[in-house]
T-cell receptor, first 115, second 113 residues
Framework: GENVEQHPSTLSVQEGDSAVIKCTYS??????FPWYKQELGKRPQLIID?????GEKKDQRIAVTLNKTAKHFSLHITETQPEDSAVYFC??????????????FGAGTQVVVTP | DAGVTQSPTHLIKTRGQHVTLRCSPI?????VSWYQQVLGQGPQFIFQ???????GRGNFPDRFSARQFPNYSSELNVNALLLGDSALYLC????????????FGEGSWLTVV
């Protein structure tokens, strides 16, 4: 089955600096890669996603890049703000009738933005 | 519009008991999935249902079961509770098909004592 590894497990950055989180996946059939942000005691919320026919996607301060050959994808947050502090999860899903609703999550990255 | 709603939000059960968790998807969403999130870990896929049929199952024992109703709401049942079942149980809904955003509910916090 799919295995998603996420690094680092914790990330401390100064406000205004950039944060980068990296994930690798094992299943070459995976072709949908969402990123979720989860604040303490809250539900995971989608912040950005990318499909395998796209190499990069950007939404304001957040960008995601995908390298299908190397089977890795990354989340980039620029100009970090204290409200970016949360746990971030990457995930992967396969384009198959029995698998598209199954997200395989990474272990998460605790991001702390210090003022 | 209401998001994914789950009930109850918190509950405490004793080992060996049974629990039922409920989920109402976003209006128009026919797919419902269940995830277990143990503290400090990422969510783990348990089940996916759409059109009232099980479409996917994760690596969970038969003590875990679920169903989907004609109105697309769903319930997750766990029998013979173990201490290790203590977790946040998340329900998610989406439109049918790959690449549709999967929206999560606030979850049900289950503590087994």
């Amino acid at each position: 089955g799919e295995n998603v590894e996420q690094h680092p497990s914790t990330l401390s950055v100064q406000e205004g600096d950039s944060a980068v989180i990296k994930c690798t996946y094992s299943d070459s059939a995976s072709n949908y890669f969402p990123w979720y942000k989860q604040e303490l005691g809250k539900r995971p919320q989608l912040i950005i996603d990318i499909r395998s026919n796209v190499g990069e996607k950007k939404d304001q301060r957040i960008a995601v890049t995908l390298n299908k050959t190397a089977k890795h994808f990354s989340l980039h947050i620029t100009e970090t703000q204290p409200e970016d502090s949360a746990v971030y999860f990457c995930a992967a899903s396969r384009k198959k009738a029995d698998s598209w609703g199954k997200l395989q999550f990474g272990a998460g990255t605790q991001v702390v933005v210090t003022p | 519009d209401a998001g994914v709603t789950q009930s109850p939000t918190h509950l405490i059960k004793t080992r060996g008991q049974h629990v039922t968790l409920r989920c109402s998807p976003i209006s128009g969403h026919k797919s419902v999935s269940w995830y277990q999130q143990v503290l400090g870990q990422g969510p783990q896929f348990i089940f996916q249902y759409y059109e009232k049929e099980e479409r996917g199952r994760g690596n969970f024992p038969d003590r875990f079961s679920a169903r989907q109703f004609p109105n697309y709401s769903s319930e997750l049942n766990v029998n013979a509770l173990l201490l290790g079942d203590s977790a946040l149980y998340l329900c998610a809904s989406s439109l049918v098909g790959l690449g549709n955003t999967i929206y999560f509910g606030e979850g049900s916090w289950l503590t087994v004592v």
